[in-house]
């Protein structure tokens, strides 16, 4: 039997031939148009200094008893600039399954989104839903065949599947692993600071749930480029479900109320005659 | 060994997109500047892609051109298997995944999309030079976008779409208040951004169809 292989061609291959890689206006480009250049390297590192594309995150997620918990922030940053405070980083795949985004913003809204598609397209020719493994197989896969090239990817695909929750975090390095806990950015120490100590394998719901939502704020409030809305997911056996989307301002005043501190002595009005 | 060949230039310019409950507003500067000289004082980076969509972009303007005209050409093709016209969110993706295809030899270009959507609602969309994009009430490009932004939070900024419980979005401006806040906003920008200035193009669109207004500004 011949083995399908076609899951590990990437939609759009690397290399077209040597003449202009668009026959005609009327097909998709059968190829990246790369720049005519001896230094790859060096025009890649330019091009990405000046055009700055929107990066900076705090992401994570994790799997416990009940299901897989995945949180992100919201701001995008274009070298100091805050270009947006409402980007969507966790992007739904498909009703079970859901993937984050770090690094670069139109890598990971593009990657996505293909990855979607091949999703789906599995599930017409083989007739059932594909695996998280499957799917963060197929995404590892394309990015592998991208290395060097300068794309910018820290993601996670977080599901649950026949075989239960599943979570893996896939990098435009290549790098590709299973894990029960991750967080992907430039919040990620903060992030992890508070996850790590206050994890447990049996939580409920609410209480996983608040773990992250206090792990992302510690990361907003800690690093620059992170902030915007905290936004939480749950997956569990019937789906993904949005728990809740706060403020990281109004969280902070919600954890740190303002208190008034007693004074020892208070002025008094002197009456002016 | 010491200079290459630079594909790139940046000819300047800002541009801005507020999008209303039933209008939408996309202005944008008529300077084309290249370094310190100003070649001409009369460009429009403003293009109608399709009925319902236009787009301004600021950045290199010989990739605007091409973007424009690559993405004219894509409408047709679409006009001519569909047999309607491109709504504005599928243009957004249109755009999007056309940015994306120059991932590694980028178009030069700060695009704003603004338009109806098929419900007649105004819509903005805003994008980085290489496709990330997203859907906003206002959106400004450009040399002056950090001169502006600032003033469009302050008064257009509602509930990020991401709280839940959903919070209901401020009372939008009419169409005149919003004409009246692009003109003062670029006026503003006009002061402190050498690229910008010399006239403001104003393109209005809503559900009587399109119009255009020129207004002066600073030439110096």
Known sequence: MKLDTSGLNSMVPLYGAEEDSEESILSVPSSFQLPRTTDFDGFQKKAVQMVKPAKGTTTLAFIFKEGVIVSADSRASMGGYISSQSVKKIIEINPYMLGTMAGGAADCQFWHRNLGIKCRLHELANKRRISVTGASKLLANILYSYRGMGLSIGTMIAGWDETGPGLYYVDAEGGRLKGKRFSVGSGSPYAYGVLDSGYRYDMTIEEAAELARRAIYHATFRDGASGGVASVYYVGPDGWKKLSGDDVGDLHYLYYPVTASPVDQEMSEIPVS | ?220
């Open chain 2, 1 to 220: 060994m010491g200079s290459r060949f630079n594909p790139y230039d940046n000819n300047g310019g800002t541009c801005v997109a507020i999008a209303g409950v039933d209008y939408c507003v996309v202005a944008a500067d008529m300077r084309m500047s290249t370094g310190y000289n100003i070649l001409t004082r009369n460009y429009s980076k403003i293009c109608q892609l399709a009925e319902k969509s236009i787009l301004a972009s600021s950045g290199f303007q010989a990739d605007v051109k091409a973007l424009q005209k690559n993405l004219s050409a894509r409408h047709l093709i679409y006009q001519h298997q569909h047999n309607k016209q491109m709504s504005c969110p599928a243009m957004a993706q249109l755009l999007s995944n056309t940015l994306y295809y120059k991932r590694f030899f980028p178009y030069y270009a700060f695009n704003v999309l603004g338009g109806l959507d098929s419900e007649g609602k105004g819509c903005v969309f805003t994008y980085d030079a290489v496709g990330s994009y997203e859907r906003v009430g206002y959106s400004a490009q450009g040399t002056g976008s950090s001169l502006i932004i600032p003033v469009l939070d302050n008064q257009l900024k509602s509930p990020s779409p991401l709280l839940l419980p959903a919070k209901d979005a401020v009372t939008p401006l009419s169409e005149g208040e919003a004409i009246d806040l692009v003109k003062d906003v670029f006026a503003s920008a006009t002061e402190r951004d050498i690229y910008t200035g010399d006239q403001l193009e104003v393109v209005v669109m809503n559900a009587s169809g399109i119009r255009r207004e020129y207004v002066s500004l600073r030439k110096d």
